[in-house]
């Protein structure tokens, strides 16, 4: 049986921007998606703590060291800058294998955005 698992998850981190005039997806600051074990065009879900809204979107790498989150697209509508988000992403693997699989789970700095 395969079921699926959280992967990785961004815990409490502050949207920087939202930019409605964009493709879609979440940039990231890479230094946050190299720890959480995230990649370039992965699918992550975001649940914003200030209003309650859920999305799933993709991930595009920011600027290393910027801190950034930024909320492209129609997500910008659920999402402003200064909210904070959960940010998070599921893998697909064996029952036996999730049973022991750790999930890569990052608690930066909420003002900031960077690594503690």
């Known amino acids: 049986m395969i079921i699926e698992?959280?992967?990785?998850?961004?815990?409490?981190?502050?949207?920087?921007?939202?930019?409605l005039d964009y493709i879609g997806s979440?940039?990231?600051?890479?230094?946050?998606?190299?720890?959480?074990?995230?990649?370039a065009n992965e699918k992550v879900s975001i649940v914003n703590l200030n209003n309650g809204e859920r999305l799933d979107?993709?991930?595009?790498?920011?600027?290393?060291?910027?801190?950034?989150?930024?909320?492209?697209?129609?997500?910008?509508?659920k999402c402003r800058k200064g909210d904070v988000v959960i940010i998070m992403s599921y893998a697909q693997m064996d029952f036996e294998e999730a049973?022991?699989?750790?999930?890569?789970?990052?608690?930066?700095?909420?003002?900031t955005n960077k690594l503690i």
């Open 26 to 39: 979440v940039t990231i600051d890479e230094d946050l998606m190299d720890a959480a074990n995230l990649i």
């Open 5 to 19: 698992v959280l992967k990785s998850k961004l815990h409490r981190v502050t949207v920087s921007e939202a930019n």
């Open 57 to 77: 979107t993709y991930t595009i790498k920011g600027e290393r060291g910027s801190g950034v989150i930024g909320i492209n697209g129609p997500a910008a509508h």
């Open 99 to 111: 049973k022991s699989f750790k999930p890569k789970v990052i608690f930066p700095d909420t003002d």
